[in-house]
């Protein structure tokens, strides 16, 4: 298990004791997690743990029961302007009328403010995010009109051009061509070290281990935390996903029983 006592960056994102109800139902009880500057934690877990509902409280659109959440040291409310968020392709509306670069330029509404209009250093920031994500060329074209692999990059490069000192990620490989993922893989590892913190939820669980330096295996609860290579105790693999398909799952992880 990690041991966080050791580790150097600073906490861009500290949950504690979080429990989060749902229609009466506990979608999250006493979750504790911290993500530092210059690591990029894997939030791994099956379908209905609770990995999706985290995110959502970071980003204050839940408000749990019990717990506090801070971000950059301070209060959620307040650190809400640097948090990066990238939803699953199917939650945003590819079919609203806007260009690439109009896309982009909303991840920035929160900074700019919602009857503004952008300034040099907004347009900047959407400049450098489309760059990183190798949209430049294609800024004018419209979002309706892209491949999947090209929206999720719209995605990325929406959530960057805030500037984030925290990235959240939900499912970002899902259904991606080999180039677009490892054009974010790298992207990602990049983030990692210039000291971003990254928080990535995915279903991937081999890429996960080679991406992430470490691991938070969630069900409802946080079952196990560390890194990839000393969570190989099947026992706790089991009791994040369940019997069902235990035995592939940890093959594929290099877990032996």
């Known amino acids: 298990m990690t041991d966080h006592n050791t580790m150097t960056g600073t906490p861009a994102l500290d949950v504690r004791s979080v429990t989060v ?25 099956p379908n209905g743990a609770g990995k999706t509902t985290l995110l959502r409280a970071v980003l204050g659109l839940l408000t749990p029961r019990t717990g506090t959440i801070h971000l950059d040291g301070g209060p959620a409310g307040k650190g809400r302007g640097t948090v990066g968020y990238v939803p699953q392709r199917h939650e945003f509306a590819w079919d609203f009328p806007l260009s690439v670069e109009r896309a982009v330029l909303t991840g920035r509404t929160h900074r700019i403010g919602w009857l503004r209009r952008a300034g040099a250093a907004d347009r900047e920031a959407v400049g450098e995010a489309l760059d990183r994500v190798a949209m430049t060329d294609l800024r004018h ?35 991606l061509d080999v180039p677009t993922r490892e054009l974010l893989t790298a992207l990602f590892l990049q983030l990692r070290k210039e000291d971003k913190a990254v928080l990535m939820t995915t279903h991937d669980l081999p890429a996960a281990a080679d991406t992430a330096g470490r691991l938070c295996l969630i069900n409802k609860t946080v079952i196990a935390d560390g890194p990839p290579e000393t969570l ?18 940890l093959t594929s ?3 032996t029983r």
């Open 21 to 45: 109800e749902l229609g009466g139902r506990l979608a999250l009880d006493s979750v504790d997690l911290t993500v530092r500057t210059g690591e990029l934690v894997g939030l791994i877990g």
């Open 141 to 175: 074209r419209p979002i309706g009109e892209l491949s999947g692999g090209q929206r999720q990059r719209v995605l990325v490069a929406r959530a960057l051009a805030l500037r984030p000192k925290l990235l959240l990620l939900d499912e970002p490989f899902t259904g």
């Open 232 to 249: 190989r105790d099947p026992a706790v693999w089991l009791r994040a996903f369940g019997v069902t398909g235990s035995d592939q799952l």
């Open 253 to 255: 992880l290099g877990v």
